[in-house]
């Protein structure tokens, strides 16, 4: 009878049938995104440089969600937008650009946040924990001679 009340106890930490589906649905995401993933870092270019700012911007809303407790702020609208400006400066090689854009994101999410979140700079500090390492990702990648390398090597870290 315990087992069955430890099961069913909110904040419990036996687990039961229910965390099941959780860790087949983690599977088998990971069963589609380690090969596309892994695709994109073999094709490099385009490929891969949309591929991490698709990323970024799932990352970026999911930090917010955390930071703000809602989704679609505005605070997320200005990193995505600033993530996406960004992104697409680092695809064309302006690496300078895209990190100038990243601190306007992250100054624009801030200033977004503080009408209303509590957290103002906890939002505009996931510009530079989420799109700076993607921009830098991007830049590993595509622009040193052995990128594709480095960056799987990454990946098994």
């Keep these: 009878m315990t087992d069955e009340i430890a099961r069913t106890t909110p904040g419990s930490t036996r687990t039961g049938r229910a965390d099941d589906g959780a860790l087949w649905k983690r599977i088998a995401s990971a069963a589609v995104l380690i090969p596309l993933t892994l695709g994109a870092l073999h094709l490099g270019g385009a490929v891969f440089s949309a591929l991490v700012a698709f990323l970024g911007v799932l990352m970026a809303f999911e930090w917010t969600r955390m930071i703000e407790k809602r ?3 505005q605070a997320f609208l200005a ?3 600033g993530g996406a400006a960004a992104f697409a400066a680092a695809g064309a090689g302006n690496y300078a650009a895209a990190y100038g854009l990243c601190a306007i994101s992250a100054v624009a999410a801030a200033e977004r946040s503080l009408h209303g979140a509590r957290r103002p700079l906890w939002t505009g500090f996931g510009a530079f924990y989420i799109l700076a390492p993607s921009i830098a990702l991007i830049w590993l990648r595509n622009e040193t001679e052995r990128g594709a390398a ?3 090597m990454l990946y098994l870290i």
């Design 71 to 73: 989704d679609f702020s």
């Design 79 to 81: 990193l995505a937008l």
């Design 150 to 152: 480095l960056v799987f």
